[in-house]
C-alpha cells in the first residue's frame, strides 16, 4: 500500500494565504515559506508544505488505518467557502450561522491544537514509562484530546479579527499561536486568511457557555489597528515550529527565525480554560450534544478500545478467615 501524505495544516488554509485567486483549488496556489535556521524563502504549492507521510495512520489496530485523517475530513471541505463568507464585505455584521459553527470552526479550532508536531513532542515527553506499548499511542490520544476540546471550546469567547487596508496576517505551520492580551489573559490566535483571523479565549470559570438557539449566532468581530497585526505576526513567528507562509516574499524578507524558538508552546488546554480537570470532565460530550440538539452530523471517531488483559498469576489479597502463618 503506498504512502498517504497528511497535512498537519489544511492545505486549503495554506492557499488561502497566497497573493493568487487562481488555480480554483487553493492546494495548488503558490505560497512563500520562510523556514526557522534558513535565511532563504521558496515559493511552493500550497499542497506541499504542512505535511508527513502516514502521520496519522493508525498502525497495528484493529480498525481501518486513515480513520484519524478521516476525521479531519469531517470539517476541511466547508472551511475554503466559511472564510469567503467572513472576509466577503457583504456579509451579516456578526452574525455566523449555527452549523458553520458547531461543525467546522469548533473542530477546526480543536484540531489545530492536537494536530501539529508540538502535539507530537509534548505528548511523547509526558508518556515516555508507555513508549512501545501502543504503536499508536500518540493518535489515540490525539482522537481523545480532539473530542474533548471541542466540548472545552464552547466555554470559550470566540472574536474574528479583521485586519485594516493594506495589513496582512501570516500563518505558522501550527496554524496557530499564543497571544497575551492583557496580563493573565492569554488567547489563541488562528489566521484563517490574510484579512480574517479568530481569537479564542477563556471565560469566568463559573460559566457554561450553551450554544444559544436559533440558526445564527453572534460572536465578537474587532477590528484590529496596524500595530495589532504587527504583534500577532510576530507571535507567529516566534511560535512557529520550523514554517511561517505568506503570498508576499516582502513580508518573509525581514522576519528573523532563529534555530530554535526561544520559548515553549503553552499546552493549549490550560490557555482556554481554569477549570480544574475533574470539573472539565461533562464536556466529553457536551460538543455532541450540541450537535444532537442541533440535528447536525457528528463524525465518526475510531472506536478505541484500551483494555488491557490483566496479568496472570496475581497473588490473592489475604482475607480476614485467612490463617496466620
Known sequence: MGRSLQHRLPAAIVGGFSNSTTPASRRDRSVWVRRRGSTGLQRVRAGTVGGSYDVYTLIGRPFKGSELDDVWAYFEASIPSLIDRLSSPNRPIGLIDRSSFLTVLVPYVSAALVRGDDY????????????????????????????????????????????????????????????????????????????????????????????????????????????????????????????????????????????RRSEELPEPREVI????????????????????????????LPVINLAIPPPVNLPREPTDSAPES
Open 120 to 259: 507530537d513532542d509534548r505528548f511523547k515527553a509526558f508518556m515516555t514509562h508507555l513508549s512501545g506499548q501502543f504503536p499508536d499511542n500518540t493518535n489515540i490520544n490525539r482522537t481523545i484530546d480532539f473530542d474533548l476540546l471541542c466540548g472545552r471550546l464552547l466555554r470559550c469567547s470566540w472574536i474574528f479579527c479583521t485586519a485594516p487596508a493594506g495589513e496582512r496576517f501570516l500563518i505558522n505551520d501550527l496554524g496557530w499561536s499564543p497571544m497575551v492580551v492583557a496580563p493573565g489573559d492569554a488567547r489563541i490566535f488562528l489566521p484563517l486568511s490574510p484579512a480574517v483571523a479568530l481569537m479564542v479565549g477563556r471565560v469566568d470559570p463559573s460559566v457554561w457557555t450553551r450554544v444559544p438557539g436559533g440558526a445564527t449566532l453572534q460572536p465578537g468581530f474587532w477590528s484590529i489597528s496596524a500595530d495589532q497585526v504587527g504583534r500577532v505576526n510576530q507571535s507567529a513567528v516566534d511560535f512557529c515550529y520550523r514554517d511561517v507562509y505568506s503570498g508576499s516574499r516582502f513580508e518573509l524578507e525581514g522576519l528573523e527565525l532563529p534555530n
Open 273 to 300: 480554560t481554569r477549570f480544574p480537570e475533574d470539573e472539565m470532565r461533562p464536556a466529553d460530550t457536551d460538543w455532541r450534544d450540541e450537535l444532537v440538539r442541533a440535528d447536525l452530523p457528528t463524525p465518526q
